[in-house]
Structures are given as structure tokens and as C-alpha cells.
């Protein structure tokens, strides 16, 4: 199982959806399902600019985890 550390990280930054919809310029629902942990799949580019945004990398939005 993929999880997605979206919700933690707007956390850590006082960040709302909004507020990463209009940084990123992303679509609401593609934050809402990573933020739900709901998205069934992710382009690229919307995991290139999430990590810019966080200044993260790929392993610290997403982890792989053993369910």
C-alpha cells in the first residue's frame, strides 16, 4: 500500500487544499483525493509540484508500507 503524507505536511505548513490548489495550480480534486489518501493514481507532474512546493522529495510525500 502506498500511503500519501499530503494531509501531514499541509499540516506542518497551516496549509488548506485551497491554499496548495492555487501554489501548485493543481485541480482541487487531485489534492482532495491525495489528501484523502484516495487517489488511485497520480501524474507525475502533479508529484513534481507538490515537492517543490514542500521542498520535499518523493519519499517523504509518499512511502510504501506493508498491509
Do not use: P, W
Request: glycine share 4%; proline share 0%.
Amino acid at each position: 500500500m502506498i500511503r500519501c503524507h499530503l494531509a501531514r505536511m499541509m499540516g506542518e505548513h497551516k496549509m488548506r487544499i485551497a491554499d496548495v490548489v492555487r501554489e501548485t495550480g493543481l485541480s482541487r480534486n487531485t489534492i482532495t483525493l491525495m489528501y484523502k489518501e484516495t487517489a488511485q493514481k497520480v501524474d507525475l507532474d502533479a508529484i513534481e509540484r507538490l515537492c517543490a512546493l514542500f521542498e520535499c522529495q518523493v519519499g517523504d510525500l509518499l512511502e510504501l508500507t506493508q498491509q
